[in-house]
Structures are given as structure tokens and as C-alpha cells.
């Protein structure tokens, strides 16, 4: 088995920063290398240490003067929604129903399903993301589209058939029964085959019935490990439609609290608009709330108020997110270059230590995976990325005025993009060059 000697400038965090300056929060090797054999990291630290104890015929990669850090994660897009991104619309609403649920519908047909699930793990690798929490479509052979390349790429995945049942084409429905069986369905192909997680996907409370939600409900119960995704709180008129179609409930999240779908390994998609009862309950579960700023700002739908849910007495957990396609970006740099303006709108500040944090190490943390990506930690997976602050010419230009990590990580975080990312290691190989080279 080949052992790779990865020489670069290494970044890794071992918890979030608490300002600009905390040191202490990461590690950083100006001269540093990663020992990488069987698809994992197995040695890190400077490069003459990590040289010192890697064997004779270890073959060597310079990436030097480039930084190396974990790949990006990326807690919550839409696989089907590639050919929706740049839909013209006023809001979450119209946007769904005009564009994006007759393009999922087109996912029935596998064919259509595996070409698309094959440009979606190119855009990933392009852009650094190694791992990423994904919707399928409603039905299983997007999942299976999806998982099966996932497989092929050994890449760390989490995703999930989503379970709709009303408010929807009629292509683009399944019943309580199908949600249930064809769930199980994917977990017994998928779940732990190579890299594969599966999550249990009810779309939102507006597209499943109380019958459909039931399902959910002893989905978690009969697979406790697993994942669960769902959408909270994102836009005020479906707040309003929820609550009028879960009367019962004292709000949008008592509706899944009801159905038991609140807990740590349950990641709710954007979270705006939350009550304090609701930040609670969030936050008495361990709840995840993910934070979608390019989606937010392209659907209108709000700021998304990530200091004051940290800040809390009862913090939530939180994690950030591209959300392609009401996002309008592949890229987590440029996401969060977005997030970074959505705070400067509330009157608060993200550091590049923050933002870097929250792409790596931060949303491991939120999937509970911290033990396998997120970090360059030996024995853990050696997905990670090569960053390249010069990468254009209006970088390399900017460039020549940094002086210090955080200006480069500022600068990475502002104008880069996939060009940044000079190579995505996936399991220990290089897949970006590989992609270009195909
Ligand atoms: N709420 C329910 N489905 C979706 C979706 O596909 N995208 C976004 N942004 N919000 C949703
Ligand atoms: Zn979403």
C-alpha cells in the first residue's frame, strides 16, 4: 500500500475560536506535512518529523507555498437542484412551485438522476467539499443515483430519500407507506456501505401529511443513529401555512418536536425566524440549526441571527451551509463571504478563524463526525484541501499586501472561489487533478 508524504502549510482547528486571536484554537505548521496511507491520515506535524518517521519509499507530493487544511462540509444542499440554481423568483413559495418541484420531478428517471449525480460530485471535488448532507429527490433512485456515486468516489456522504406526501405535483409524491418502506429501503442498500450515511428526509411540515410525519417519527425511533434533515423557519408565509395546518401545535418547531424529530443528530435547515420558546427547545435537544446565507439572500428570506442563537443562555448548535439550489454557490469560501455580510447587517462581526472553523472542523462537530472528518488529526480520513491565495490575478495582487494568516484566510474567504482550490484529496488521493485530467 502506497504512503503519501504531503508537504504544505498545514491549518487545523481543535475547537472554535473566541476571537481573532486566540491561537490556541488551531494548529498551524508554516512548514508542515501530512503522512497519508490507506485512505487515512496517519501522521501530522512539521514536515522534518513527519519526514523522520514516514518509510524510505513514501512518495512525496510539495505543495509548498500553498495552505492545506480539512475539506470542506457542506450540512445542507439539494442534489436535484443544480438545474434550479438562478431561478428567478420573489420568494421560498414561488420558487418552489414554479421551479423546483417540476425539476425534481424529472428524478423518476435514473438515467437523469446518475448524470446529475455525476456533475454534482465533480462540483464538489472542484470547490474542496468532501463531505456534504444532501437531499435526493422523493423518489429512491435519485438516493440510489446518488449513494452509488458516492461509493465509486469513496467519498463521505450523508443523504436522504425525501418523504413528501401533499402540496406537491403529483410526480413528485410518495404516501406514508412509500415514505416508510422506501426509507428503509436505502438504509438497508446504503447505510455504511464505503463512506454512505443515510438521514431520514421529510421534506418540511407543508409537504408531509400527520400521517406522513407518524412514519418519521418511527423511522427515528427503529434507527436512532441516523441523521434527520428537515427545513424550520425559514420564510413568514410558510410559518404561517404550517401553523395553519398543524393547528395542534404551539408552533413550527413543536410540529416536529411532536413527531419526535428534535435531537444531536438532527440538522434544521435555516432556523430565521425562531421565538425564544422555540430557540429553547432547539437548544434543550441538541438541534442543529444550519445557516444558509446565499440562500437566504437570494430567496429574500432573512438574516439569519447566528450570534444571538450562540450567545444564548440555552445556546443552539449551529452549521453553515450552501443550500444549492436556493443557494446561489458551490463554493463555501463564497458562502461564507456571505455569512461574513449577513453579520455585518446585524451590527456583529465573523472572524476568518470563525468562518474557517465552521467550514471545517464547526459542521464535523454539528454531524457529530468529528471523529472522521473535519480536522487533520492522525487517524482520521484524509480528505482535505491545498489552498491557493493568489489564484487570480486580482488575488495574487492582493496578495502581495498579506501579512498575516488571518489576512490570507480573509482574503480566501472573500474573493476565492474554486479557483482557489488547487486540489481536493479525497481518501488520501488527488481528485480534483484527476477531474480535469478525465
Ligand atoms: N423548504 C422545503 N423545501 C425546500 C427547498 O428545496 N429549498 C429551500 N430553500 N427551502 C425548502
Ligand atoms: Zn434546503
Known amino acids: 500500500m502506497t504512503t503519501t508524504l504531503i508537504r504544505g502549510r498545514l491549518l487545523s482547528f481543535h475547537r472554535a475560536?473566541?476571537?481573532?486571536?486566540?491561537?490556541?484554537?488551531?494548529?498551524?505548521?508554516?512548514?508542515?506535512?501530512?503522512?497519508?496511507?490507506?485512505?487515512?491520515?496517519?501522521?501530522?506535524?512539521?514536515?522534518?518529523?513527519?519526514?523522520?518517521?514516514?518509510?524510505?519509499?513514501?512518495?512525496?507530493?510539495?505543495?509548498?507555498?500553498?495552505?492545506?487544511?480539512?475539506?470542506?462540509?457542506?450540512?445542507?444542499?439539494?442534489?436535484?437542484?443544480?438545474?434550479?440554481?438562478?431561478?428567478?423568483?420573489?420568494?421560498?413559495?414561488?420558487?418552489?412551485?414554479?421551479?423546483?418541484?417540476?425539476?425534481?420531478?424529472?428524478?423518476?428517471?435514473?438515467?437523469?438522476?446518475?448524470?446529475?449525480?455525476?456533475?454534482?460530485?465533480?462540483?464538489?471535488?472542484?470547490?474542496?467539499?468532501?463531505?456534504?448532507?444532501?437531499?435526493?429527490?422523493?423518489?429512491?433512485?435519485?438516493?440510489?443515483?446518488?449513494?452509488?456515486?458516492?461509493?465509486?468516489?469513496?467519498?463521505?456522504?450523508?443523504?436522504?430519500?425525501?418523504?413528501?406526501?401533499?402540496?406537491?405535483?403529483?410526480?413528485?409524491?410518495?404516501?406514508?407507506?412509500?415514505?416508510?418502506?422506501?426509507?428503509?429501503?436505502?438504509?438497508?442498500?446504503?447505510?455504511?456501505?464505503?463512506?454512505?450515511?443515510?438521514?431520514?428526509?421529510?421534506?418540511?411540515?407543508?409537504t408531509s401529511t400527520p400521517e406522513q410525519m407518524e412514519v418519521a417519527k418511527s423511522l427515528v425511533r427503529e434507527f436512532p443513529d441516523l441523521h434527520v434533515q428537515t427545513h424550520l423557519s425559514e420564510n413568514r408565509d410558510e410559518i404561517a401555512f404550517t401553523c395553519e395546518l398543524y393547528?395542534?401545535?404551539?408552533?413550527?418547531?413543536?410540529?416536529?418536536?411532536?413527531?419526535?424529530?428534535?435531537?444531536?443528530?438532527?440538522?434544521?435547515?435555516h432556523c430565521i425566524h425562531l421565538s425564544e420558546r422555540e430557540a429553547d427547545a432547539m437548544s434543550e435537544t441538541g438541534s442543529v440549526a444550519v445557516f444558509c446565507p446565499t440562500s437566504n439572500l437570494f430567496l429574500g428570506s432573512g438574516l439569519f441571527p447566528l450570534r444571538a442563537l450562540s450567545r444564548r443562555d440555552k445556546p443552539v448548535r449551529t452549521s453553515v451551509a450552501s443550500d444549492i439550489g436556493g443557494g446561489t454557490s458551490y463554493s463555501m469560501l463564497k458562502t461564507l463571504d456571505e455569512a461574513y455580510k449577513i453579520l455585518q447587517l446585524q451590527g456583529e462581526r465573523l472572524n476568518p478563524f470563525d468562518s474557517f472553523f465552521m467550514m471545517t472542523r464547526g459542521n464535523a462537530e454539528a454531524l457529530s463526525l468529528v471523529d472522521r472528518i473535519g480536522t487533520l488529526e492522525p487517524g482520521t480520513d484524509a480528505d482535505f484541501i491545498v489552498l491557493d491565495m493568489a489564484a487570480t490575478p486580482a488575488m495574487a495582487l492582493r496578495a502581495e499586501v498579506v501579512n498575516s494568516l488571518a489576512d490570507e484566510l480573509f482574503l480566501l474567504q472573500t474573493m476565492g472561489d474554486d479557483r482557489a482550490i488547487v486540489e481536493t484529496y479525497v481518501a488520501g488521493r488527488p481528485a480534483k487533478s484527476a477531474l480535469v485530467a478525465a
Not at 413527531?259 to 443528530?265: E, F, M, Q, T
Open 17 to 206: 475560536p473566541t476571537s481573532i486571536d486566540d491561537s490556541a484554537a488551531y494548529g498551524y505548521e508554516s512548514d508542515g506535512a501530512l503522512l497519508v496511507k490507506g485512505g487515512q491520515i496517519v501522521a501530522s506535524g512539521t514536515y522534518a518529523a513527519v519526514k523522520a518517521s514516514a518509510p524510505e519509499d513514501a512518495v512525496e507530493i510539495d505543495h509548498r507555498p500553498h495552505l492545506i487544511i480539512p475539506g470542506f462540509i457542506d450540512t445542507h444542499l439539494h442534489f436535484p437542484q443544480m438545474q434550479v440554481m438562478a431561478s428567478y423568483a420573489a420568494n421560498l413559495l414561488e420558487w418552489l412551485n414554479t421551479y423546483t418541484f417540476p425539476e425534481e420531478c424529472r428524478f423518476v428517471e435514473s438515467a437523469h438522476a446518475e448524470r446529475i449525480a455525476t456533475r454534482f460530485f465533480d462540483e464538489m471535488v472542484r470547490h474542496g467539499t468532501t463531505t456534504a448532507t444532501a437531499y435526493c429527490s422523493v423518489h429512491k433512485a435519485s438516493a440510489d443515483a446518488f449513494f452509488a456515486e458516492a461509493l465509486r468516489r469513496d467519498m463521505r456522504m450523508i443523504a436522504g430519500k425525501v418523504m413528501m406526501d401533499r402540496n406537491a405535483p403529483q410526480g413528485l409524491l410518495d404516501t406514508p407507506e412509500m415514505g416508510y418502506d422506501e426509507t428503509r429501503a436505502v438504509v438497508r442498500d446504503w447505510h455504511g456501505k464505503g463512506r454512505n450515511h443515510v438521514a431520514i428526509t421529510p421534506r418540511f411540515a407543508i
Open 247 to 269: 393547528p395542534e401545535a404551539k408552533d413550527y418547531t413543536d410540529v416536529y418536536a411532536r413527531y419526535g424529530l428534535l435531537g444531536p443528530k438532527s440538522l434544521f435547515g
